[in-house]
């Protein structure tokens, strides 16, 4: 069935893999070993497939997981390639959040491009590492090299010690 194809091309390629490099200040997203074959659960209160635009749609809060990875938002759409032999694009809206143990990312938006390698999240962009947190306007992940460039006023607070 074309779901579950879908729902293991996605999510067990690249999106949960990768760091974030920003600003010189390294914040680790996901940086357990990645296993592609582990088993990736959707679940969602609804799914639209339409196969003439070459796309699936979950809505309701979606909720993504893979291994101790997950990511939550109210809406994900995926856009098919023109031939259909794999995945273009994946859109995550209405507020997303990304979780990896202590690690997290949040944003209005998503975007990840699995041609590309990257992730680029906007909107209200935090991403935190325990106590230490970055906030933007707008995140680029690139899941290829472990570099993020983060731009709109990048607010940094990295906690060094106990308190």
């Known amino acids: 069935m074309r779901f579950r194809r879908l729902a293991t091309l996605v999510f067990g390629a ?19 070993e990645r296993d ?7 679940v969602s209160d609804e799914l639209s497939i339409n196969d003439a ?5 979950f809505s309701g809060n979606v909720v993504i ?29 209405g507020g997303v959040t990304m979780v ?14 699995v041609e590309a390698g990257t992730v680029l999240l906007t909107g209200n962009v935090l991403m ?13 992940i690139n899941l290829d090299d472990g570099t993020a460039q983060m731009d709109g006023r990048v607010r940094t607070i990295l906690q060094t010690g106990e308190n």
């Open 53 to 57: 635009s070459d796309t699936a749609v």
């Open 14 to 32: 690249a999106l949960f893999g990768g760091a974030a490099l920003a600003q010189g200040t390294t914040i680790a997203f996901g940086t357990m």
């Open 65 to 93: 997981a893979q291994n101790d990875m997950r990511l939550a938002a109210p809406r994900v759409e995926v856009i098919y390639l023109a031939d259909r032999s794999g995945i273009d694009r994946l859109i995550a809206t």
């Open 128 to 140: 935190t590492q325990g106590r230490s947190s970055l906030v933007s306007e707008r995140a680029t």
């Open 36 to 42: 592609a074959d582990a088993p990736v659960e959707i």
């Open 100 to 113: 990896s143990g202590d690690e997290a990312a949040e944003a209005d938006r998503a975007d990840y491009s």
